[in-house]
């Protein structure tokens, strides 16, 4: 049987063995996928005790291990390259390739809400890892402009001078108060403590879609700020969840499983 699993700690909650078992019976694929909590300085020698397994195809690594897991890949892929981080590990001829598909599972969602990037302006809040995942499928997507903004500007600069492209901008305070964008992606982790980051600054009349890449039973407070001040439409990370699930599933196996019954049924619980 293929096995697969989860790295990270603490991994107890994590919802991703749901998911894989779920797309694996939409194709009668018996696979078995565990989640494994290494100790933090445990984490390479785990990853590779998994590894020597023959029955081993892949895994997937959250936090604290995503940083860890790109130096363990043998190649990269573009978004796994520039958010520093891997998601996804896939052993093919006895390498490692690594992915990170947080940004794609982003992508996917939002096309999910009914909504376009294609000419759109998308303002990212937020540049830590969550945020470096998502820039490279955004742009791929054909934003009109991409801006971030950040606590600490000088993280969202960085980004914006690794990426190189004139429409991905960084914006401070100032240039917040006349970027009037269509959808607004808060991937700050604020939100795990329950907090909001400084919106001050921000204008949500515009906005078609407020998207917060955390997610919770109930709508998420950036979620519910932002339909006060006037977007149109708010949507929480769980359908990211899903979906960058979905795409390390099609890496691993070539199949392209449904993400909305799965969406729906984690929605539920
Ligand atoms: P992750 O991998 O989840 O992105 P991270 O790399 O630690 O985690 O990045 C966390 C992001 O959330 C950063 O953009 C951080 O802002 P700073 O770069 O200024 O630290 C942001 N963040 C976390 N808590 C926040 C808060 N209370 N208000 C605003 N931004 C916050």
Not at 8 to 21: D, E, F, R, W
Not at 176 to 188: G, K, P, Q, Y
Not at 239 to 267: H, N, S, Y
Request: hydrophobic fraction near 40%; charged fraction near 20%.
């Amino acid at each position: 049987m293929n096995k697969f699993a989860v790295f990270g700690n603490p991994i107890a909650h994590s919802l991703s063995p749901t998911i894989h078992q779920r797309f694996a019976e939409q194709y009668s694929l018996p696979i078995s996928y565990e989640k494994i909590g290494p100790d933090e300085n445990d984490f390479e020698n785990a990853l590779s005790t998994f590894f020597d397994d023959a029955d081993a195809v892949g895994c997937n690594v959250t936090a604290p291990f995503k940083g860890r897991a790109l130096q363990q890949a043998d190649t990269l892929n573009k978004a796994a390259e520039l958010a520093g981080a891997v998601n996804t590990l896939y052993k093919k001829d006895r390498r490692l390739q690594g992915f990170n598909t947080d940004g794609i599972g982003l992508v996917a969602d939002i096309s999910n809400q009914g909504v376009e990037l294609a000419d759109k302006k998308v303002l990212l809040i937020g540049a830590g890892g969550a945020a470096r995942g998502a820039v490279h499928p955004l742009l791929e997507a054909g934003v009109k402009t991409l801006a971030i903004t950040n606590r600490t500007m000088e993280r969202a600069t960085q980004i914006c001078e690794e990426v190189s492209v004139s429409h991905c901008i960084a914006l401070d305070k100032p240039g917040l108060m006349s970027f009037d964008a269509d959808i607004i992606i808060n991937s700050t982790s604020a939100s795990l403590h329950n907090q909001l980051p400084d919106l001050q600054h921000i204008s949500f009349v515009k906005c078609e879609l407020a998207y917060d890449m955390a997610y919770s039973k109930e709508p998420t407070l950036f979620m519910t700020y932002a339909e006060k001040e006037g977007a149109t439409m708010s949507a929480d990370g769980l359908g990211m969840l899903v979906e960058q699930a979905a795409a390390a599933f099609t890496i691993w196996t070539e199949k392209l499983p449904q993400t909305r019954p799965v969406i729906d049924k984690l929605r539920k619980r």
